[in-house]
């Protein structure tokens, strides 16, 4: 067994801590995170420092990292704001079902432009009647002479409003079909004729924001089509474990940082003349969340080590999403007790990690869904 990054990923972990450290400030995220505004000018420092081209391979300008390299970066960004890292995984996690599921001439499109921040993506698949339940998606492309015509309304999409987003489109392409059978994935420039998008307002994750998106009438050429006609589950199954232990690791990076300011403030904060943190149950309170931050991280390196040497990870992926997110908002919750009145004041940034660390059992697959499905995968017949 072997616990030791090698040279290369413990210098890309210090320099995207360095750079994090110099561009994300504290003053930068509360502004964005106040203003709902998207991370344009941090967006750029990722491109500039070729962030975007880790796992892709070089001969579409990438630089060839692995899922341990994602995972680092993940880490690191959600040390930050796991609302930032929203921003780039999105981008990341389609990029890479385009590289995987498409065309040779589709990828040589749209990769470079997607690494050189040309473009932006964003996914969307969540509908008003379709959550969980994906055979409920309602939205529908047609034929329609040599290109095809979207209808539908989506939700929930992350990122999908930025500037240059290229929202990929789940929609059904038979409608009489299982979603399996009858789903198609489709590239959609946010502002093409037909497209409207909503601002929602969300409890966090405000700067990269989550929309809903009308699509009325819009007509998307053939070339758009990724993973080929009705094969659009086979895409999203692709991507499933990367995705899902990346944002993991966000889980992670987000709980270190309550930890630490929790940490801080029990040493820093008097009553009754000494540290909150020498009453036992304020430490005991902090030794549990650091041994469950600890668990849910050996988790996810496990789950990733597994999926980068080539071993099918499922169980373990979702086993490590499941009990990290749940462990993230177990912390948050913590830290906020710990910090009192201001934990829960709006100037503090606990409040935030709480606000971003609730989404995250619902978002990427909720915490039930993962259940079913690591039921499942230990032989037990769970509906649906
Ligand atoms: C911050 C945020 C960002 C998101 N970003 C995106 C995005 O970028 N693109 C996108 O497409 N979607 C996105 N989503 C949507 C997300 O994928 C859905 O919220 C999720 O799939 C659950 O759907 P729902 O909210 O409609 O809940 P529902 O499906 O209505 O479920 C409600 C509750 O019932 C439970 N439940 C439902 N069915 C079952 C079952 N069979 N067994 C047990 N429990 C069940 C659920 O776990 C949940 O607790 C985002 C969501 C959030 C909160």
């Not at 969300?202 to 819009?218: A, S």
Request: hydrophobic share 40%; aromatic share 10%; glycine share 10%.
């Amino acid at each position: 067994m072997d616990f030791e990054f090698s040279e290369e990923q413990r210098m890309l972990r210090e320099s995207v801590r360095k750079m994090m450290a110099k561009s994300a400030t504290p003053e930068y995220i509360r502004r964005l995170d106040h203003e709902q505004a998207f991370p344009d000018e941090l967006y750029a420092e990722w491109v500039k420092m070729g962030l975007f081209r880790m796992p892709f391979p070089e001969e579409y300008g990438g630089l060839g990292g692995s899922v341990i390299d994602m995972v680092i970066i993940a880490e690191e960004l959600s040390y930050k704001s796991f609302d930032l890292f929203s921003a780039f995984g999105s981008p990341i996690f389609c990029g890479l079902n385009v590289l995987r599921k498409g065309t040779e001439e589709q990828k040589r499109h749209w990769l470079p432009k997607l690494l050189s921040g040309e473009v932006k993506f964003s996914v969307s698949m969540s509908e008003p009647e379709a959550g969980c339940d994906i055979g409920a998606m309602r939205t529908s492309a047609r034929r329609d002479g040599d290109g095809w015509v979207i209808n539908g309304q989506k939700l929930w999409a992350t990122g999908a409003g930025a500037k240059n987003n290229v929202i990929n489109v789940y929609v059904k392409t038979d409608t009489k079909a299982h979603y399996r059978q009858g789903m198609s994935l489709f590239l959609v420039d946010n502002n093409a004729p037909g497209v409207q998008l909503r601002k929602l307002d969300m409890l966090g994750r405000r700067c990269t924001g989550t929309y809903e998106i009308f699509l009325n009438d819009v007509r998307v050429p053939h070339e758009r089509l990724i993973g080929g006609e009705n094969n659009g589950w086979q895409v999203v199954l692709s991507g499933l474990q990367v995705e899902r232990i990346t944002s993991t690791s966000g889980y992670i990076g987000g709980m270190q940082a309550i930890l630490d300011l929790a940490l801080q403030y029990a040493k820093d904060r008097k009553q009754f003349g000494r540290p909150i943190g020498s009453n036992q149950v304020i430490a005991h309170m902090l030794a549990d969340m650091q041994t469950e931050l600890e668990a849910s991280r050996l988790m996810m390196w496990r789950a990733a080590w597994m999926l980068a040497t080539g071993k099918d990870a499922l169980k373990e992926i979702s086993m490590a999403k499941v009990f990290a997110s749940e462990t993230y908002v177990k912390l948050a919750n913590m830290g906020m007790q710990i910090l009192g009145a201001y934990g829960y004041n709006m100037e503090f940034d606990m409040q935030r990690y709480f606000r971003d660390a609730r989404s995250t059992t619902i978002g990427a697959g909720t915490s039930q869904m993962q259940r079913n499905l690591i039921a499942g995968l230990m032989g037990l017949k769970v509906q649906p």
